[in-house]
Structures are given as structure tokens and as C-alpha cells.
């Protein structure tokens, strides 16, 4: 039974070669602009781009303002309450110097939480660019050279079934003091949680990579290029990368995602940057043992991690729907 | 099927082989030293003596093959012999701690159940909830239920558990003074009240590490009904004047449930690596908070023996997720 309301006049199908089909059109349609559009109907990820644009700002440009030295220790003005506090306790010991209170050494929280978002976005983003770069690399040469598939393949597989938590925590302890003597306490540190998240998170990219590289392979305009005389590496940078790059972009965004969170729980089980170099998840760390007292030292470096996260999330949500043509457009 | 299942057991023992190579290869180009917290006062003979004692003087070509005797061969002959009563172990070296100089799989097997209860009952909650959600948000697709369905999964991944356990411990422990902040593994159920305060200390542990499950299996189990909702032979069920709930119970979400299972499967290993963090917030002493004190005081044999037990979970629950998904999908023939 069919109601008679909920018939709708049919749009007229375009048939090919139809020379009226572009004539609404004036310009000509960058794809860039397109995947804006959709990725703007999108609340989820237009809040994600609003907040991590907003906690960019807040950790870059926040020091410059709010300028106060984050290591700076002031023993008479120590565990300040927020100002918010003295809205409920007219008696808690709240300084307006210190908005967001201060630490058990009066150091200034707010300081702190920009410092400490500096070293957790840039960890993230750079392990995160590692690892999408090896995952790119090793599923474009796995699907492209089939010699070479079977072997990167096993490989892939083989990592895939380590316990990679514990090998990283065990990567931390045992290399912390060679590469702390390198580079130098935090440069080591740095370079050692990059690279420990960075090799341990490239495999689901290297598969999905590898995946679309095969399925591109059999197509026409690839047979068309080699047939010109294509070199592969032209081939590869020219025709099946611009291809895969859609999915590389998603699984970047939940590379990032999982990177903030490794390396604050890398720091939250004491194994990750020294404890006079805050991050997110040390600050959250140090503030557990006082969290009856303090409550609010543990929620705020606990809130922008979730959230930071929550907005990748979002973003990497968004861009999935923006850049998948079947539902663009709808 | 079983020849399948065979060969693939035979082809999991160089993998794990492998692995357990990498590992240890890894705790030993690494340069820690099991003796750098012992006092500087030893002489340099005695503390080389030290290491000859705790089986570092061999070169590694030595040991490996030591290491994986004493694993494959001596710990299961010591297993045998509690369980039978036998004596086919004969005295041989057992895994030995470098902390606590007592053999590893009797301080793992003491460790275990605490973790197994947090664990494996948190896996068991978390499924439980996330099956009815993932149904009702595919069945009502866009709806209210659907679109707060999918906000709380997002948070689910999105909120590490270090940080919901605090919020919740903060909450209900510091602010609302309802449930403890420490788990008591001391604590010996006997009559209702103990098995009370059993219920409300495991709450925490495990409603943390659910959420995260709950996310995961969740959104698999709304994808895999909403790809078998639109399916062609649901149509045709409907059009036999079948009830709703038969075609929804009975024939979709059976055809939906053969990848959620093998996803079940695979988050096992997961749940371990995410119960380290968990465990080190509710001080629940098992086998993660053994792990990060085995690491802390460079306890090689510990270490090494922990993470491949977790290993040897990974590889054979991928196994058994291959397995699985060939039994449950009579389409799918791996011959």
C-alpha cells in the first residue's frame, strides 16, 4: 500500500552526451571546495575543527600572552584553588594571578597546561606523521611491486601481533638514558616517544593502502599510463597516490587521535617525559595522588586531552564523509 | 576446516618463535642493567659474579635456547606434575625472577585471577551492553536512540581510561563518598555483605575498561545490521508475513553477528594492554601492575615472559577469530 502523498515528480534522468547537463553550472567546481561543503554540514566535525583550532591557539599563542614561566616555583602562593572555587567556597584560597590555581610548588596551572599542550600536539603530530609516512610507504610498495607483497605483508602481520603496549613501555625504560645522553634530556625523550609511537602505529595504514594501490592497479587509466611508458615512480606519485590519499587523510586523523592518548598514558605510567616537563598526561599523573584534595588538577589536563581527542575524532569523521564521493553531494 | 585450523596452528609456532626472538632481542640489545640498582659499593668481581649468578654471563645464542626450553619444556613438565602429581620435571631450572628470585609462572598464576576478574568481567559487561545498543541504533537508524548511541561511542574512544577512572574516582570515590577508590584484592567473598562490597569495588574497574569495549563492538554491531537490514532476503522475509522481531532477532541478526564475533575475538588482547592502565589507577595488583613493576627493577625474565604469554593471546585469538568466522559462515571455505 503506497500513499498517495508520498509520490514525488521524478527529476528527469540525464542521459549521456545531454548538452543541457552543465548548463546550470557557471563555473567550473574545484573538489576541494566540494569536500568543504559536505565536511561543513557536518556539526561533529565543524566543533573538532572549531576546538582544535581553538586548543592550537590556546598552547601556541597562549604563552605569549599569559606570559608566565610554567617551571617557576613560588612556595608562598602554592595550591591556589581556580577562581571558579570561590563561588561555591567564599573561604578556598583562590589568587587572581593564578586563574586556574597553582601545584603543590605554586607553579601556575594555566602555564602549565599551554606548556604541556605544546609537547603533546607536537608529539602526536609528528608520531603521527611518521606513522601514516611508513604506512604509506610500505602499503604503496606491497601493493604496487608484487615481489616485494608477500614479504611486507608477513612483516606487517608480525607486528600486528606484538604486544605493542608492553614493547613500548619496555623501548621507554630501556633506551631512555642512552638517547637522554644524545640529545639531551627532553630532545631524547622526544625523539624516543616519536619514534616508539611512530613504529608501532603504521600497520592498519600500510593495510588499507596497500588494499586501494591493488584495486587502482587493475584500473584502465593505470594501464593507459603505463602504456605511454610511465616509470613507477612517476606512477605511483602521480596516478595511485592523488588516489589513496583519501583514506591515508582519515587514517592520519585517527593517528593522531591515538598518538595523544599513547604518549599521555606512556607519561601517566610514569615512563614517558622527565616530571619537571609537563605534559598533559604528567601533569594529570602528578595531580592523581592529590586528586581528594585538588580535584580540578587532574580535570583540566584530563578535559583537553578528551577533548582534543574527541574533536580529531570528529574531524577524522567528517573527512570521511567529505572526501568519499558516493556521499558527497547528497 | 580442521586441516585449516592444523596448518594454521603449525604456521602460528615460527610466529611465535619469531617473536619471542624480537623480544627478546630487545630487552637484550637494550642497555639496562638488571644490576644498576643494586648498591655502587659492590666491587666490580663481586658484581660480576652477581651476573653470572642471575644467567647474564652466557652469550645470547646461549640463552634464547635456554629461555625457550625452559618455557615450551620445564614450566608445562612443573604444570603437569601440580596437576597429576608426577615427576617429569626432575628438579630442572625453573623461569626465575630477578626480583623476587621465585619462578615467574607462580607469581603469574598468583597474579592472574585478580586480573582475570576485572578483566574478563568488564569484556562480558562491556559486550552485553554494546550488542542491544548496536541493534536498536541500526533498527532506528538517524534516530534520538541512534545519534546519542553514536555521541557515546565517540566518547567512548575518544576518553582515555586514565583519565574516565580518575573522573570516577573523583566522583563517586572523593565527591560522593558511594564506591572505594582502591580495589581490595585481600578481600575473601563469604556471605552477602563481603559479596556487596565485592560488587561495588569492581564497579569502577570494570565500567572503565567496558566503555571502551562497549565503543568499539558497538558501532561494529550497528555497521553489520545495517548492511544486512538492506539486504534482499529480509525483503522477502517481510514479505512472508513474518513478525518484525523474527526478522530482526532470527534472521538478521545472526547473518550480522558472524563479523561482531570475530571483532569480539580480536579485542581480547586489547582489553590486557588496556588493563595495565586500568589496574595502575585502581591499584589493582595483577598481572599489568606486575608488568610495570618487572620493567621498573629491570626484572628481565619477567618481563620477557609477560609479554610473550601476551603475545601467544594475540596470536592465537587471531587464530581463533579465522576459525570462527569460517564455522559461523558456512560461505566462507579457507581449503
Known amino acids: 500500500m503506497t500513499e498517495p502523498q508520498s509520490i514525488k515528480p521524478v527529476k528527469p534522468v540525464l542521459t549521456a552526451g545531454d548538452a543541457t547537463a552543465f548548463a546550470g553550472r557557471d563555473r567550473a567546481r574545484n573538489q576541494w571546495l566540494d569536500v568543504w561543503a559536505q565536511f561543513r554540514t557536518h556539526k561533529g566535525a565543524m566543533f573538532g575543527l572549531f576546538f582544535l583550532t581553538f586548543i592550537t591557539l590556546f598552547v601556541t599563542v597562549g604563552p605569549l600572552i599569559w606570559n608566565v614561566d610554567p617551571g617557576k616555583l613560588d612556595i608562598r602562593n602554592k595550591d591556589v584553588r581556580p577562581i571558579y572555587i570561590a563561588l561555591v567556597y567564599s573561604d578556598a584560597k583562590v589568587n587572581w594571578a593564578n586563574p586556574m590555581g597553582t601545584d603543590n610548588l605554586g607553579r601556575d596551572i594555566m602555564a602549565n597546561i599551554m606548556q604541556g599542550g605544546r609537547i603533546s600536539l607536537a608529539v602526536g603530530w609528528t608520531a603521527m606523521i611518521l606513522a601514516v609516512f611508513l604506512g604509506t610507504l610500505i602499503g604503496v610498495l606491497a601493493g604496487y611491486f608484487r615481489r616485494l607483497d608477500g614479504l611486507l605483508m608477513r612483516f606487517t602481520d608480525l607486528v600486528l601481533s606484538l604486544p605493542l603496549l608492553p614493547l613500548l613501555l619496555v623501548m621507554m625504560l630501556l633506551f631512555r638514558d642512552p638517547l637522554r645522553a644524545a640529545f639531551g634530556p627532553e630532545q631524547g625523550i622526544f625523539i624516543l616517544i616519536v619514534l616508539g609511537i611512530g613504529i608501532t602505529s603504521w600497520m592498519q595504514t600500510a593495510r588499507i593502502v596497500r588494499g586501494d594501490v591493488m584495486a587502482l592497479k587493475e584500473r584502465e587509466f593505470v594501464l593507459a599510463a603505463r602504456s605511454i611508458g610511465t616509470p613507477p615512480h612517476r606512477m605511483i606519485t602521480r596516478h595511485l597516490l592523488p588516489n589513496v590519499l583519501s583514506p591515508i587523510m582519515v587514517s592520519a586523523t585517527l593517528g593522531l587521535a591515538t598518538a595523544i592518548i599513547t604518549e599521555s598514558a606512556l607519561s601517566f605510567l610514569g615512563l614517558g617525559f622527565p616530571s619537571d616537563f609537563p605534559t598533559w598526561g604528567k601533569i594529570l599523573f602528578d595531580s592523581v595522588d592529590r586528586m581528594t584534595s585538588f580535584p580540578e588538577r587532574v580535570v583540566w589536563p584530563g578535559l583537553a586531552i578528551s577533548l582534543t581527542v574527541l574533536s580529531v575524532n570528529f574531524i577524522g569523521d567528517g573527512l570521511r564523509d567529505a572526501l568519499d564521493p558516493r556521499i558527497r553531494g547528497q | 576446516m580442521l586441516t585449516y585450523t592444523l596448518r594454521r596452528l603449525l604456521m602460528s609456532i615460527p610466529t611465535l618463535l619469531f617473536i619471542a626472538f624480537v623480544i627478546f632481542m630487545l630487552l637484550e640489545l637494550a642497555p639496562g642493567d638488571p644490576m644498576a640498582n643494586m648498591p655502587l659499593s659492590i666491587p666490580p668481581e663481586v658484581r660480576q659474579q652477581m651476573r653470572e649468578a642471575l644467567g647474564l654471563g652466557e652469550p645470547w645464542y646461549v640463552r634464547f635456547p635456554l629461555w625457550l626450553n625452559q618455557f615450551f619444556i620445564v614450566e608445562p613438565q612443573y604444570w603437569i606434575d601440580n596437576a597429576f602429581g608426577t615427576n617429569f620435571a626432575d628438579g630442572a631450572q625453573r623461569i626465575i625472577s630477578f626480583q623476587s628470585r621465585s619462578p615467574v609462572f607462580d607469581v603469574i598464576a598468583q597474579r592472574l585471577p585478580q586480573t582475570l576478574w576485572v578483566v574478563a568481567m568488564s569484556y562480558v559487561v562491556g559486550v552485553l551492553i554494546a550488542l542491544p545498543i548496536g541493534i536498536i541504533s541500526a533498527y532506528r537508524q538517524y534516530s534520538v536512540f541512534d545519534q546519542a548511541g553514536t555521541f557515546i561511542s565517540m566518547i567512548g574512544f575518544s576518553v582515555p581510561p586514565f583519565f574516565?577512572?580518575?573522573?570516577?574516582?573523583?566522583?563517586?570515590?572523593?565527591?560522593?563518598?558511594?564506591?572505594?577508590?582502591?580495589?581490595?584484592?585481600?578481600?575473601?567473598?563469604?556471605?552477602?555483605?563481603?559479596?556487596?562490597?565485592?560488587?561495588?569495588?569492581?564497579?569502577?574497574?570494570?565500567?572503565?575498561?567496558?566503555?571502551?569495549?562497549?565503543?568499539?563492538?558497538?558501532?561494529?554491531?550497528?555497521?553489520?545490521?545495517?548492511?544486512?537490514?538492506?539486504?534482499?532476503?529480509?525483503?522477502?522475509?517481510?514479505?512472508?508475513?513474518?513478525?518484525?522481531?523474527?526478522?530482526?532477532?532470527?534472521?538478521v541478526l545472526r547473518n550480522s553477528m558472524i563479523p561482531v564475533v570475530t571483532v569480539i575475538a580480536l579485542g581480547v588482547p586489547s582489553i590486557f594492554g588496556g588493563a595495565i592502565i586500568t589496574e595502575q589507577i585502581f591499584k589493582v595488583n595483577g598481572l599489568g601492575q606486575l608488568l610495570i613493576i618487572a620493567l621498573q627493577g629491570s626484572d628481565i625474565p619477567m618481563v620477557m615472559t609477560i609479554t610473550f604469554l601476551l603475545a601467544v593471546l594475540i596470536v592465537m585469538m587471531n587464530l581463533i577469530a579465522d576459525v570462527l568466522y569460517g564455522i559461523l559462515d558456512p560461505r566462507i571455505r579457507y581449503d
Do not use: C
Not at chain 2, 572523593?174 to 556487596?196: A, E, K, M
Not at chain 2, 571502551?212 to 545490521?225: D, P
Open chain 2, 164 to 251: 574516565s577512572g580518575v573522573l570516577l574516582i573523583v566522583i563517586f570515590s572523593v565527591q560522593l563518598r558511594w564506591l572505594p577508590s582502591i580495589y581490595d584484592t585481600t578481600h575473601v567473598v563469604n556471605d552477602w555483605d563481603s559479596f556487596v562490597f565485592q560488587l561495588r569495588q569492581m564497579i569502577m574497574p570494570v565500567m572503565v575498561l567496558a566503555l571502551q569495549t562497549t565503543a568499539q563492538v558497538s558501532r561494529y554491531m550497528r555497521a553489520s545490521m545495517l548492511d544486512n537490514l538492506g539486504m534482499d532476503y529480509v525483503r522477502t522475509a517481510r514479505a512472508k508475513g513474518m513478525s518484525e522481531s523474527v526478522v530482526v532477532m532470527k534472521h
